[in-house]
C-alpha cells in the first residue's frame, strides 16, 4: 500500500533549465510534505518542506507547490545546476511517521 | 560531527546467521527509525520507536526486531538472515512537535549470500 507515488523514475534537464520533479499521495491526513535529495552511498538529506496548510514555499533555486484538492505536489529546481544530479524522494508526514515515494533520478546535463 | 550514524557500512554475512546493525543518534530527538530500501529503490518504514511506543510496519517479518538501550541508540537485531533481506537500511530520527523533517544516517548495505 504505497501513499505516496513519484510516478517518473528519472529525469534529464540542461543545465540552467527548470527541473520540475513530481509527486501524488492519497492520505489526506498528511500534515507535513518534505523532499529529500540522496546521492550514492548516501543517507538522504532534507531538501525543503511545506505544511498541508500552505501551497508554496520556496527556497533559493528549491520551490515547493502543493495542490491539496489534487493530492499532487511538485519541485521546482531553477535553474538546474550539475550538482544537483541525484536521486529526489518525495515524502509525507502524519503524526511521527514518514512515508516515501520510489524517488526520482534527475541527471542535470552540463 | 555526525547527527545520525550507522555501523556497519556494508554487511556481508550468511544466510542463517543473526546480526545487528547498530545506530545512534546525537540530536536529542525523541523519535528514531528503521527504513528498508529493496532494489527497487523504495524507502519502506520498517519501525518507529520513542519512548512511549512502538510502532512496527505490518508487513516486516518477526525475525527483525529493533532494541533500544536508551533514547539515543535503535539497533536493528536480524535472525535467520535470508537471500532477501539484502537491501541498504537507514535509520533516521527526528523530533515530535519541533522539526518536520527526519535525519537520516548514510547507510548499511547488506548482502546475505
Known amino acids: 500500500d504505497q501513499q505516496v507515488k513519484q510516478n517518473s523514475p528519472s529525469l534529464s534537464v540542461q543545465e540552467g533549465r527548470i527541473s520540475i520533479l513530481n509527486c501524488d499521495y492519497t492520505n489526506s491526513m498528511f500534515d507535513y510534505f518534505l523532499w529529500y535529495k540522496k546521492y550514492p552511498a548516501e543517507g538522504p538529506t532534507f531538501l525543503i518542506s511545506?505544511?498541508?496548510?500552505?501551497d508554496k514555499n520556496e527556497d533559493g533555486r528549491f520551490t515547493v507547490f502543493l495542490n491539496k484538492s489534487a493530492k499532487h505536489l511538485s519541485l521546482h529546481i531553477v535553474p538546474s545546476q550539475p550538482g544537483d544530479s541525484a536521486v529526489y524522494f518525495c515524502?509525507?508526514?502524519?503524526?511521527?511517521?514518514?512515508?516515501f515515494g520510489t524517488g526520482t533520478s534527475l541527471t542535470v546535463i552540463p | 560531527d555526525t547527527a545520525v550514524s550507522q555501523t556497519p557500512k556494508y554487511l556481508v554475512t550468511q544466510m542463517g546467521n543473526d546480526k545487528s546493525i547498530k545506530c545512534e543518534q546525537n540530536l536529542g530527538h525523541d523519535t528514531m527509525y528503521w527504513y528498508k530500501q529493496d532494489s527497487k529503490k523504495f524507502l519502506k518504514i520498517m519501525f518507529s520507536?520513542?519512548?512511549?511506543?512502538?510502532?512496527i510496519n505490518e508487513t516486516v517479518p518477526n525475525r527483525f526486531s529493533p532494541k533500544s538501550p536508551d533514547k539515543a541508540h535503535l539497533n536493528l537485531h536480524i535472525n535467520s538472515l535470508e537471500l532477501g533481506d539484502s537491501a541498504v537500511y537507514f535509520c533516521a530520527s527526528s523530533q515530535e512537535g519541533a522539526t518536520t523533517e527526519a535525519f537520516f544516517g548514510q547507510g548499511t548495505r547488506l548482502t546475505v549470500v
Open positions: 511545506i505544511s498541508s496548510i500552505k
Open positions: 520507536y520513542n519512548n512511549k511506543e512502538l510502532i
Open positions: 515524502a509525507a508526514r502524519f503524526g511521527n511517521q514518514f512515508y
